[in-house]
């Protein structure tokens, strides 16, 4: 009986398949459905890779990833990103003040890329932009810029103009290569600089990766320089620059960012130690014998580590016994540098003297710088794609990085 009925039930399905169209459902998105509840539009984008993501468009035109909108982490008061891959970026605030004031303006499928590289082209117009500079196309452009589309020529001569950059030493400006964190310290500089600000090589550091660099006095300067609270490059959790690594796009919105709202002679850190009650050491610029009454009362984080070395820089008070402290007591780079672990060593074809730190992870499994103690390189002993840990925070030699379990363009240093 149970056979009869169940040919009977067959039977009908195929004669109702003469009859009627047969609708498959789709499991339904909840974020979507969210997304619509709410009264907004949901819609599905393509990325230039082929791959799909959902995003919540706004009645005012701004958007959301909706995942990102349904778990409610676009913002407890949801906040609405001009572009949904950056809803969970820890650059998001910066990308959007850039974007607001038409500095940057993302790609043609509607992202922004904030773990992107920047290219030199790319930077040329970022800093036209950020620091308002008139656009001067006069003078002869960079023989390999001639082939740019007219806008990015525009701002690569402009900045050529304003002595911002020369190019190499072969006479171009090679727009298609990728920034380091080291290069756009330069940048940012020198485009400061146009501004009117005072360069001073000498500032003070902490981070042991970047001695005898050839960007190492432009990384001090941005080091040292603070907007509302803010150091404008601090390094990452390990106390390490990278300068030879690639820079983001996310990395380079909080850069800009902050230094075009750089107040050029404003009170210095001298200033504010001596208004303050301290005493100013020039050659560490630290303010010492600032007491915790007087470094919290003017905004800073105070931390005790050593008498000598309570350090004041423009509103915040941060822990000393640094490579600045060794300095200041009268102690050589190379003495600094072994003091600290490192080894005193020639590098490079011009066995410039540098100071060397050996890892202790050097060779360990990684797919992110993050994961080692210097840079995550791709492993060329092996055919598949795997990183391992570099074993020396010196940027000689050549390597692809590994971002995110993603192999990055290939670096050569000499």
Known sequence: MRKRITFILFLLSIISVGFYTIKVYAISNPASEYCEDMGYTSEIRTKADGSQYGVCIFSDGSMCEEWAFYTHECGTTWIKYSFPDIANNSFAKYIENLYADNIVSGFSDGTYGPKDPVSRAQMAKFIVRAFDFDLDTSGDSFPDADDMT??????????????????????????????????????????????????????????????????????????????????????????????SRVLTRGQMAKIVDLSRKVEIGSSSGESICITAGGTWIERSMQCNDLSRSVCEANGGEYDSCAPTCGRYYIGQCTEACTEACYMDEGMSQSEVCIATGGRWVQAGLLGTWMCEYLAADAGAPCTDSTQCENLCVVDITKNELAGICRGTNLPFGCYSEMIDGESQPMICVD
């Not at 072969?170 to 485009?191: F, L, S």
């Not at 005898?212 to 390490?240: H, R, W």
């Open 150 to 243: 007219v806008d990015l020529n525009e701002y690569i001569q402009t900045i050529r103009n304003l002595e911002i950059v020369s190019g190499y030493s072969d006479g171009m400006y090679h727009p298609e290569r990728n920034v380091t964190r080291g290069q756009v310290t330069k940048y940012i500089v020198k485009a400061l600089e146009v501004e009117g600000m005072t360069v001073n090589m000498d500032k003070p550091h902490t981070f042991p990766d970047i001695y005898g660099n050839d960007f190492e006095g432009y990384i001090a300067i941005l080091t040292n320089i603070v907007v509302n609270g803010e150091q404008i490059i601090s390094g990452y959790s390990d106390g390490y620059y990278r300068p």
